[in-house]
Structure formats: C-alpha cells, structure tokens
C-alpha cells in the first residue's frame, strides 16, 4: 500500500449511529493511520445519537471529534480525495450521492438503524451492540484485503460481499 492514507466515507442518512460508529472503528483499528475514516448523512440530525458516544466509550474507542456532519463536506473540491465510499443503510444508498474527490471504490455495507428500534433501554443497548459488531466484522475483513494486490473490479466484488456478510 503506499505511504498516503486511504480516505473512507462512510454515508448514512442521520449520521448518528451507524456510519459514525463505522468511522470511530476504521480508526481505532487502522494501523499506521494507513486508512482514515470519515462520516457523513444526506440529512444529518445534527448530533451523535448518546447511545453511539457510550457504545464506543465502553469499547475503548475513541470519541473525539465525532460529530453529525452534512455529506457535502466531502464533496467540495478542497475535500480528501476519496478512495472508499461504503454505503451502511439502504436510504443512502438509494440516494443520489454527490460526486466525490478522487474516483474511489463504492459498496453497500447495509445495516438495521439501531437509533430506530422502540423499547426500554436494554432492548436499544442490544441493537447498538449488534450493529457495532457487523460494523467490526465487515472492517475486520476489508483491513485484511490485500489492496495493493486486487485489480479494480476485484476489489469492488470483494467489497460487495463484504456488506453481504
């Protein structure tokens, strides 16, 4: 891999949960920095759902700078170059996206909202920690794919059934 980092998004409509937990997660387990992870929504809600902050504190992954953010940040000409976009609820990834920096690699890594799940705190707490541990897995296999080494279209099938695990 060259020295440069990758730069990931990852889109969620609220940027709440799901794609700010994928971030924090890219970069607490990114080694060297060789990816850095970054979150946006097409209709953030502005804050970082509580539940999300507490899941990642009691993980031991590292909330600072986390914050709900407009997915036209990463779309401006002075923006990072992009390499990945991944996709994790299926609104976003129905949405027309902007044009993103750079001619990075996209897939659909679907997961439930867990912001959205009714019922005592107990019950929400369960569905967070589900999400998170798909989000772990599906970032698990991608840190181990040997980029430098898969060919493009490779790499987006190889993608592809990642979200599908």
Do not use: Y
């Not at 440069?4 to 990114?30: D, W, Y």
């Not at 600072?64 to 002075?78: H, M």
Request: hydrophobic share 40%.
């Amino acid at each position: 891999m060259s020295e440069q980092p990758k730069h990931v998004l990852f889109l969620c409509t609220g940027n709440s949960a799901r794609s700010i937990m994928a971030e924090a997660l890219l970069n607490a387990r990114s080694k060297n920095r060789a990816f850095i992870g970054h979150s946006a929504g097409s209709h953030p809600g502005g804050q970082v759902n509580p539940l999300t902050i507490e899941l990642l504190q009691k993980s031991r992954v590292p909330t600072d700078g986390l914050r709900s953010k407009n997915w036209d940040e990463f779309a401006r000409p002075d923006s990072p170059k992009l390499d990945f976009v991944f996709t994790v609820c299926d609104s976003a990834a129905g949405e027309t996206c902007p044009l993103w920096p750079g001619q990075p690699v996209t897939a659909h890594w679907g997961v439930e909202d867990p912001a959205a799940i009714e019922g005592d705190d107990d019950t929400r707490r369960k569905a967070f920690l589900r999400v998170f541990t798909t989000l772990q897995r599906r970032l698990d296999f991608f840190l181990a794919l040997p980029l430098d080494k898969i060919d493009g279209l490779a790499l987006k099938q190889r993608l592809d059934s990642i979200g599908k695990s």
